[in-house]
Each structure stands twice: as C-alpha cells, then as structure tokens.
C-alpha cells in the first residue's frame, strides 16, 4: 500500500466525518433498518431461527449498499473540482486516489458493521459461530465491502453529478431483497429463485448467515468470495480506463 | 552555455472530439519562458489558454509539438515534470470540508514530506499568506480570496521550480486581485518560474514580463507588455460621434467600443498629421464627430487590434466585457 493512498484514506476519512448529513445518514440508517426488520417485518417472517440472527447478514449488506453511494459521490465531486488535476500534478495516480476512496469507505462500512452487531446483540442477536467463523465471516464482509465500493468508485466516475452518482444507491442496495437476506427464497414465486438464490449477493448472505450460526457452508464461501474479487477486478479495470479518460 | 529555458514549446496542436464535431483548441503554439520570469498567457475564453496549461502541466498530451519544462520532456518524462512544477486551476484545489492547515499538511504529505517537516511546511506557508488566524477553521468558512491564498500556498508546498497558474484571479474581488499580484511577484523575486493564464490585460500588464496573446488557438503575438503596445499604435483617438448611425458606420475602424456614450477608439500614431487625415476620412462632411480625445495606447487596444473580429461588434455587452 503506498504511502499516498494511506494520506488520501485519511483526507476522505475527515471528509465523511464532517459530511454532517451523511454522517447522521450513516448512523441512522443501520440502527432504523435493523429495528424496522426485526419489529415490523420479524414477527411475520418464519425463518427457524430468532429473525435478528436471520438479518443480520442482510442489514449488513443494506448499509454496505448505502455506504457505496457516498463513495461513489465522493469520487464524483472530486472530478467536479480541481484537486484531482493538482494531485496528478503531484505526481499522484488514480490509483491512490481511488484506492484512498475505497478505503475511507471500507472504514466507514466497518464502522456501521459494528454499530449493527451492537445493535443485533442488544436486541438478542446470539450467533453461535466459532472464533475462525467470526474472522471468515468478517473476511467475507470486508471483500463484500471493498468489491461494491470499487464498483461505487467506477460508477462515480462515470456519473455527471454527485445526485446520479447517489442514485446508484438505490440498485446496490436494491439487491439483497431478491436474496435469502431477508426471507427464505423458497417462500418467493418460482421464476424469482432461480435469480435470488444465484444473483452475487446470494452466496454472500448465504456464507455469511453459515459462518455466524456456526453451520456448514460447503463451498459457499468460495462462491461469495469468487463474485466479490469479479465484481472487484472488472470494477477495477473499469475505473482506471474511466478516469485516465475523464482527466485526459 | 546558454541557460535553459524553464518552458520551451514548439508546434503545440491540440484538437478535442473527432469528425464534424472536432474543435481545434491549440493550432501550432510556439513558447520560451527564461527561467526566473513570469510569462503571462492572455487571450479571451475558449483561446486555449487552459489546454495549453494542461499539456505543459502533463495533464493532457498535445497531438503533436513538443514541450519541455523545467528541462524534461512532458510526454516522455511526465514524473520529472511533475517533480517539477506545481498547478493551481481555475477551480479552487483545496477541500472545503478540511481546515487550512490539513489541507496544506496533506498536500505537503503527498508531496513526500514527513509528518514532521508537512507540518512545519504547513506552519509557515499559511503564515506566509496570512491564514494563520484562519488555520484550524474549516475552508468552506473562508473568502474567496482565502481560499485563493490557500490555494496557491498548496501548490508551493514541494517548492517548485515551474508554477502554472490558470487564471488565478478569476471571480476575486479587486482587493484580493491586488493581494494575488503581491504573492506572484514576490515568488518571482524568489527564483520561481510563473506561467500564468489571464483574461485580464491589467494583470499581465502588471505582472508578467512578457505577453503571449492568443487566440483561438495560436498565438497572435508576443513580447513585453511596453513592445506589444508599440507594435499596434502608440496611441487611441476616442471619438464622441453624433448618433447612432455614425456609430455604427465607424465601428469597423475602432478598436474601443462605447456605445453609450456613442464612443469609439481608432488607433493612430498621434501625430497631428495622422489624427488630422483620420478625421478626414472617417468624417469627410465634418457632421459625424462631436469631440476627440487623444490617449496612449493600452494594452485593452492592443488586445482588441489583435484579436477583433473583423466584423462590427454592435453588441454593446460584448465590446464592454472586452474594454472592461
């Protein structure tokens, strides 16, 4: 990791953290959408297990969702100004800039992680997993995060306005609801299971919920952790093509 | 040996889009800036004037020329360049949502200063464009001219040989266009080469020690702002016209345009001879012009003898925004 992109983690780090409205949005979202699950919809939905251990994985993924929007109108408004044209003045390659992106936001996904595990064990989140289950199903999130917020960081750049490049929220975070995050698939019509069980956030749910309740996942968690570094590599290489075009 | 230039640019092309929709931004641009000395590029919006920045600056590559700054090429040795030299664009580079002194303390990191020494390097540039007071305040809180400030303090923190300031001024206040100028000489004292771009003619009368006017893409003429106004017409016959038609009929000769004050400047040598025949010419019944004024030609003249269209420019908003 160079020593630029470690500077430029830290410059969007203190750039979210003063982004007053995203920040209550950050903290605010994870907290409602946990409680709105487990209270609104819990009661209704059966899983055979306490609905809290249920969601979890999917309010994880929720927030990681919303969390890439910020990231993806952060490279945004970064284009719009003209501290991108001084950093490459400096010497300073879409690389670091990107990857100080990318990180902040693995941060920030981090950050709202923890709040919805603290959450989730005060209202009665008990998973059973193992010391190496948590550290796998921490592996798994954490590829999960860095694969969307690369993604973000392509969509920012193609994105005109930091308001489009928001809206790329909405299909991020769209995707868990088709998945076994939040109901069990096989109560969703049959033309829909073959995308919910299939679609890249499936195997990740899938993995994750495995690990925390201490079950067997089979091969599971190759499949999350396969879509993760595609969605990553592709998003990748889309970004470097995108921003050597967008700063030529 | 004869020193080496700081910035030498030959045959500079650059055309943006392709087909029918292809606009050629620089069309053959020909640059010498000796080291030590400021080197102002004027010309009105669209001339080119940030493309050409941006091709020296590394951040775009010509089509075809070659350039070298600070002695390295910027297509093949775009690191060294970048060692080099600092930018500061027309959109202010600095984060609104970091303090003074982060920003400076990150782009002195950047810049490959310890933590220590980015720092240090923090401390006494926002001392040097007294921010000071304003240090630990978010920059969204600060003026524009602040912000200008600390802008072009960010751009020194890894004390460059070459500056490339893209109009600079653009959008300040005139107290704060005043403070700028102050900073871009004293750095000029100090040793550093300033390429600056400017719409404005006062500020590359003021500032740089020589001119380069251009225009849609090429560069119309250059040399010190004293030669450029000697090539024109030394001097400006302003006359007050009777009506609007007149103004109108004469506005192909002029350089300066008033409309309304019905005003219009033809340059002239000042002799009493010249003056006496212009007026015959333009004025042969003696009805058209009222008054006369004679002045010295400045560069707003020279400015617009180079750059103006042929045609009559009946546009009131337009002839003012260019005589200012």
């Known amino acids: 990791?160079?020593?630029?992109?470690?500077?430029?983690?830290?410059?969007?780090?203190?750039?979210?953290?003063?982004?007053?409205?995203?920040?209550?949005?950050?903290?605010?979202?994870?907290?409602?959408?946990?409680?709105?699950?487990?209270?609104?919809?819990?009661?209704?939905?059966?899983?055979?297990?306490?609905?809290?251990?249920?969601?979890?994985?999917?309010?994880?993924?929720?927030?990681?969702?919303?969390?890439?929007?910020?990231?993806?109108?952060?490279?945004?408004?970064?284009?719009?100004?003209?501290?991108?044209?001084?950093?490459?003045?400096?010497?300073?390659?879409?690389?670091?800039?990107?990857?100080?992106?990318?990180?902040?936001?693995?941060?920030?996904?981090?950050?709202?992680?923890?709040?919805?595990?603290?959450?989730?064990?005060a209202i009665g989140f008990r998973p059973g997993a193992s010391a190496a289950g948590w550290f796998a199903a921490l592996g798994i999130l954490i590829a999960y995060i860095l694969a969307i917020s690369w993604l973000a960081a392509a969509v920012g750049l193609i994105a005109k306005s930091p308001e489009a490049a928001g809206g790329f929220s909405f299909f991020v975070s769209f995707l868990p609801y088709p998945s076994p995050a939040f109901v069990p698939t096989d109560t969703m019509p049959s033309w829909l299971q073959g995308f919910a069980e299939h679609q890249p956030v499936a195997p990740v749910i899938t993995s994750l919920r495995g690990l925390l309740l201490g079950e067997s996942i089979g091969h599971t968690a190759w499949v999350a952790l396969a879509w993760c570094a595609g969605i990553a590599t592709v998003s990748i290489l889309i970004a470097a093509a995108l921003f050597s075009r967008r700063t030529d | 040996m004869p020193e080496q230039p700081a910035i030498a640019a030959t045959g500079l092309r650059k055309t943006y889009g392709s087909g029918a929709r292809a606009v050629e931004v620089l069309r053959g641009v020909d640059l010498t800036v000796p080291p030590g000395t400021v080197h102002a590029l004027l010309g009105p919006n669209g001339a080119g004037k940030t493309t050409a920045v941006r091709i020296l600056a590394t951040l775009t590559t010509a089509d075809a020329g070659t350039a070298q700054v600070a002695g390295h090429d910027v297509r093949t040795e775009r690191t060294a360049v970048r060692r080099a030299i600092s930018l500061t664009g027309q959109f202010a580079a600095v984060d609104e949502r970091q303090t003074g002194a982060e920003n400076l303390r990150m782009m002195a990191r950047l810049a490959r200063h310890s933590r220590a020494s980015a720092r240090d390097r923090a401390h006494h540039l926002l001392e040097r464009f007294e921010l000071s007071h304003a240090a630990d305040r978010l920059v969204a809180t600060y003026s524009g001219g602040m912000r200008r400030r600390l802008d072009l303090a960010a751009s020194l923190v890894g004390d460059p040989d070459v500056i490339f300031l893209d109009e600079p001024t653009t959008g300040l206040d005139p107290r704060s266009r005043r403070e700028l100028w102050s900073v871009v000489r004293e750095l000029a004292v100090q040793g550093t080469t300033v390429f600056l771009t400017t719409q404005y003619l006062e500020e590359a009368d003021r500032l740089a020690d020589r001119i380069g006017v251009l225009h849609t893409g090429r560069l119309v003429a250059e040399g010190t702002a004293q030669s450029l106004k000697s090539t024109v017409a030394d001097h400006r016959l302003d006359l007050v016209l009777h009506d609007r038609a007149d103004y109108l009929r004469l506005t192909p000769h002029a350089v300066h345009h008033a409309p309304d004050t019905l005003t219009l400047g033809i340059p002239t040598d000042g002799t009493a001879r010249h003056v006496r025949a212009l007026l015959d010419e333009l004025d042969p019944d003696g009805t058209a012009v009222e008054r006369f004024s004679l002045h010295t030609a400045t560069l707003d003249d020279v400015f617009l003898a180079l750059t103006g269209t042929p045609t009559p420019r009946p546009e009131p908003k337009e002839a003012a925004a260019h005589v200012r």
Not at chain 1, 43 to 54: K, M, R
Not at chain 1, 83 to 97: C, E, P
């Open chain 1, 1 to 121: 990791m160079s020593a630029d992109a470690l500077t430029l983690t830290g410059r969007s780090i203190r750039l979210s953290r003063r982004n007053i409205d995203a920040l209550i949005t950050a903290i605010a979202l994870p907290v409602i959408l946990l409680l709105v699950f487990v209270y609104f919809f819990g009661g209704a939905i059966n899983t055979g297990t306490e609905y809290v251990t249920y969601v979890v994985p999917g309010v994880l993924l929720l927030c990681a969702g919303f969390g890439s929007a910020n990231t993806a109108m952060a490279v945004t408004e970064d284009l719009k100004g003209g501290i991108i044209d001084r950093f490459r003045s400096m010497d300073i390659g879409g690389t670091a800039i990107l990857t100080g992106h990318v990180l902040a936001s693995t941060a920030r996904n981090l950050a709202a992680t923890s709040l919805v595990f603290a959450l989730a064990f």
